[in-house]
C-alpha cells in the first residue's frame, strides 16, 4: 500500500461516523496490552466477516470518539512480547493463521500505525483458543453469541474481492471504463464534474471496482478485457447464450460483463405477443420479453455466482421462455422471501462484485430486483417468473415469455387492481404447484377459481363469440338439483326400471370434464342413494345388481 493509498484509506475510516464491528481506534500503545492487541485482531476479523467486509482494521494514534489524528509513538517492529518479536507473537497465537498486514505512517506530521485484517473466511478466528467480537464498538467472547458463531462457519470467502497480482489497469478494456464511469456518474449526478475529473485509478477505488489501486477479480469480470481472463483461472469468466428451439445455436460471451450483458440481452428474439381478451375487440399487444426483465435476471445471475464452482454462466433461449442458471445455492433466504419487495438481503456471495455493480447502477442491494421482476410480468400478463432450487448447487430462473393457461391472462386483464400476493397464488394455481388449502378457500371466495375440491379451475369471463361457454360448464357441471331431476326423469320413462350400469352410461357425458372415471361413479352412486333416500325411487332389485324404479 502506498502513500497515496494509504491516505486515502484513512481518511475513509476516520469519515465513519463511529468505531463499528470492524473499525477500533487506539490513541496509543499505552492504552491496549499485547494480550489485548491479539483478542481485537480476533473481534475485528470475526467481525469484518459478519458485516461482509473484506477487512478490519485497528488504527493508533486516533481518537476514539471525535475521530482526531492525535498520532503517536508506538512502533509495531519494535516491540515485543517476552523474547519474542510482537508481530510474531501474535501470529503463532491466532487460528487459523490470517494474514494481517502492519502499516506505519505519518499524517499531518503525525504518526499512524494501522493493522489490516483479512476477514474470518468460514471458521472464527481464535486468540489464544479463545474467539473474540465485536458487538456495536464492545469487544467480548463469540461464545456468547451461538446464532452469530453458525453465521461465521457459513461464510466464505469473497472470492470477487480478491486482488490479483499480476493484473494492471491496462487488463481493463477502455470502453467499459468509459461506460462504468457513465453509470457511477448516472448514480452520483450531482458529483458529476468531481468525477469527471478523476483520474481511472481514484474511480475505481470511489466506486469500490479496485482496493488500494490494486485489481480484484471484480474489476476484470466487470471491465477486463477477455484475453485478461486467464489471471482468474480455474475459475470460469463465461456466459453462454444457447439457443434450444427447431433451431440450433450458441455463442459464448466473456468479459467485459458490463458491455458484454446488453449483447446476450439483444440476441434474444423478441417478437410481439397478442392477447384476445373477451368482449374486447381490439387485442392487447406486449412484447414477448421486458429488456429490463432479461438484464436484472442475468445480473443477478453475474452477482450470486459461485465461482469456486468453476462453472459458466447459461441463458437458454427456448421457444416460450428464458432459463438462465448459476452455480451456488440460493444464498441468502428463499427466493419468495423478496418476491413482495418488503426483505432486504443482509449478506451475499460476492459482496466485493455486487457493491461494484451496484455501483455502477446494475443492480440495487435492497431485494428489490426480484420484486421488479414479478411485477413487470405481471404487468404484462404472463406468468410470473419461476425459481427452481431442486439442484442444491444450481439456481435455475425461468421467465416466460407465452401464457400457460389463457384465463390467468384473461383475469389479470380483467382484474386489474388484483395485490401480488393473490397473483402469485393465481400463477401457482395455473403451474399446478401445491397450494395449502386455506389458500385456495381465499382464491374460490374472491371468484377467483371455481369448481369443487379438489377439482378447482380459474374463472374466467364468458364470451358466448369465443365458443368458451360449453367449455366452461362442462368444467363447472350443473348443480345437483338439475342432475337428481335428469336421472327421475329417465327412470320414469322406464316402466321396467333401469339399472345403476345404464343410469351411469346416460350420465357420463354430462358430468363435469374435471372429474376422474372413479370420482364420476362415487357421484352417480351418490344421487341415487339421496333419491332413494328422499323416497322418490326405490330399488326392485338386490344390494349388488339394484334395478330402480320411481315412486312417482
Known amino acids: 500500500m502506498n502513500e497515496d493509498q494509504f491516505e486515502n484509506l484513512l481518511n475513509e475510516l476516520v469519515s465513519l461516523p463511529s468505531e463499528t464491528e470492524w473499525v477500533e481506534f487506539k490513541l496509543n500503545k499505552g492504552s491496549i496490552s499485547n494480550e489485548e492487541i491479539g483478542e481485537y485482531i480476533s473481534a475485528l476479523s470475526n467481525g469484518a466477516c459478519l458485516k461482509n467486509q473484506p477487512f478490519g482494521y485497528l488504527v493508533w494514534g486516533i481518537h476514539d470518539i471525535t475521530h482526531e489524528i492525535k498520532g503517536t509513538d508506538f512502533d509495531f517492529s519494535k516491540t515485543r512480547q517476552g523474547n519474542q518479536d510482537l508481530e510474531l507473537w501474535l501470529r503463532s497465537l491466532l487460528q487459523p493463521k490470517i494474514h494481517f498486514t502492519i502499516h506505519q505512517s505519518k499524517k499531518e506530521n503525525c504518526g499512524i500505525v494501522l493493522l489490516q485484517i483479512p476477514a474470518a473466511d468460514g471458521q472464527p478466528v481464535y486468540f489464544k483458543s479463545r474467539a473474540f467480537v465485536r458487538i456495536t464498538s464492545h469487544k467480548t467472547e463469540l461464545s456468547k453469541f451461538p446464532d452469530l458463531v453458525r453465521q461465521i462457519y457459513n461464510s466464505q470467502s469473497d472470492w470477487s474481492a480478491k486482488i490479483v497480482e499480476k493484473a494492471t489497469i491496462k487488463d481493463l478494456d477502455r470502453s467499459a471504463l468509459d461506460m462504468a464511469r457513465m453509470k457511477f456518474i448516472e448514480r452520483n449526478s450531482k458529483l458529476s464534474k468531481e468525477i469527471e475529473s478523476w483520474p ?34 480455474p475459475a470460469n469468466a463465461q456466459i453462454t447464450w444457447k439457443l434450444d428451439t427447431e433451431e440450433q445455436a450458441y455463442e459464448h460471451y466473456g468479459p467485459p460483463y458490463l458491455i458484454n450483458a446488453t449483447r446476450i440481452a439483444d440476441r434474444i428474439r423478441n ?42 454462466l447459461l441463458l437458454t433461449e427456448q421457444k416460450d421462455k428464458l432459463v438462465f442458471s448459476n452455480a451456488g445455492s440460493f444464498y ?24 461494484a455493480m ?11 430486483g426480484i420484486h421488479k421482476m414479478f411485477r413487470e410480468q405481471r404487468r404484462r400478463f404472463f ?27 384473461k383475469l389479470l ?24 388449502e386455506k389458500e385456495l378457500e381465499i382464491l374460490k371466495k374472491k371468484g377467483l377459481i371455481s369448481g369443487r375440491k379438489p377439482n378447482y379451475f380459474l374463472s374466467e369471463t364468458i364470451s358466448v363469440k369465443s365458443g368458451e361457454v360449453g367449455r366452461y360448464i ?6 345437483k338439483i338439475w342432475y337428481k331431476n335428469l336421472i327421475l326423469e329417465y327412470i320414469k320413462k322406464q316402466k ?32 341415487l342413494q339421496e333419491l332413494r333416500r328422499e323416497g322418490r325411487i326405490t330399488n326392485q332389485g338386490t344390494d349388488n345388481k339394484p334395478l330402480w324404479l320411481s315412486v312417482d
Open 200 to 233: 481511472d485509478e481514484v474511480f475505481l477505488d470511489k466506486a469500490k471496482i479496485t482496493i488500494n489501486g490494486e485489481i480484484t477479480r471484480t474489476a476484470l469480470l466487470l471491465l477486463g478485457k477477455e484475453e485478461s481472463s486467464h489471471y482468474i483461472l
Open 271 to 312: 417478437y410481439k405477443y397478442k392477447f384476445f381478451p373477451d368482449d374486447v375487440l381490439l387485442s392487447v399487444t406486449v412484447d414477448k420479453y421486458d429488456r429490463e426483465v432479461i438484464l436484472e435476471a442475468l445480473y443477478n445471475c453475474i452477482a450470486h455466482q459461485d465461482c469456486s464452482e468453476n462453472s459458466r
Open 332 to 355: 441468502e433466504g428463499k427466493p419468495e422471501d423478496y418476491v413482495l419487495g418488503k426483505t432486504t438481503p443482509k449478506r451475499y456471495r460476492n459482496h466485493w462484485l455486487a457493491q
Open 358 to 368: 451496484v455501483n455502477l447502477n446494475m443492480i440495487d442491494t435492497l431485494g428489490y
Open 383 to 409: 406468468p410470473l417468473p419461476q425459481y427452481n432450487l431442486q439442484n442444491p448447487r444450481e439456481v435455475e430462473l425461468v421467465i416466460y415469455g407465452h401464457s400457460i393457461d389463457e384465463a390467468y391472462s
Open 413 to 436: 386483464l380483467k382484474h386489474t387492481d388484483l395485490p401480488l400476493s393473490t397473483i402469485i397464488l393465481l400463477d401457482r394455481f395455473q403451474k399446478k404447484l401445491k397450494i395449502p
Open 474 to 479: 362442462k368444467n363447472r357441471g350443473f348443480d
Open 496 to 527: 321396467s326400471g333401469v339399472t345403476k350400469t345404464e343410469i351411469r352410461d346416460f350420465l357420463w357425458e354430462k358430468l363435469p370434464d374435471v372429474l376422474s372415471d372413479s370420482k364420476k361413479g362415487n357421484k352417480v352412486t351418490n344421487l
